[in-house]
């Protein structure tokens, strides 16, 4: 049994728990939109798959089966385009704004744990794994980031600080 392996998905599993929870919180604001609060459910369930995975390889590690853990299980890279954000309710500007701003930096985090766990990894499947789960959490960020940056001029703009 590899206990850095095993603990090193015990914090992933950890990791992926608080997002998930993170963007159930997020969908049950009030004043947010229909449109972000079915997105933020989305990103909930993408966390949830996450953890079924992590849990998995756990599982195959902790009981010297990993060869049994099947990549195959793990669908395509969904696109970055998490929903419409032309729809996005800007009237809760400023929550959207917050929570998004959250988002991106749990993302972010995540990125950089992923990318640290596959170049410390000496089982090749958890690298591969983790290097999947990065670039997921990257596509999370380009996303969130671009809208963000919209949003935030906006809503500076909206309060009277836009400067011309």
């Known amino acids: 049994m590899n206990k850095k392996e095993l603990q090193l998905l015990k914090q992933a599993i950890i990791n992926e728990i608080e997002g998930s929870e993170f963007y159930k919180l997020a969908s049950e604001k009030n004043g947010i939109s229909e449109e972000v609060k079915d997105a933020f ?32 299980m793990i669908e395509a890279l969904p696109s970055p385009k998490l929903f419409s954000w032309d729809k996005l309710d800007r009237k809760s500007a400023a929550l959207v704004v917050s929570v998004f701003g959250i988002a991106i930096q749990n993302e972010m985090a995540a990125v950089e744990f992923y ?41 500076w703009a909206d309060q009277g600080f836009e400067p011309f």
């Open 41 to 72: 459910i989305d990103l909930h369930n993408e966390e949830l798959k996450h953890i079924d995975w992590l849990k998995n390889l756990f599982d195959k590690i902790k009981n010297d089966k990993e060869d049994d853990f099947n990549l195959a």
């Open 115 to 155: 990318k640290n766990a596959a170049a410390s990894t000496d089982i090749d499947k958890a690298k591969k794994l983790y290097e999947v789960l990065s670039k997921w959490e990257e596509l999370h960020v380009e996303a969130f980031s671009k809208e963000y940056d919209n949003l935030l001029e906006e809503w």
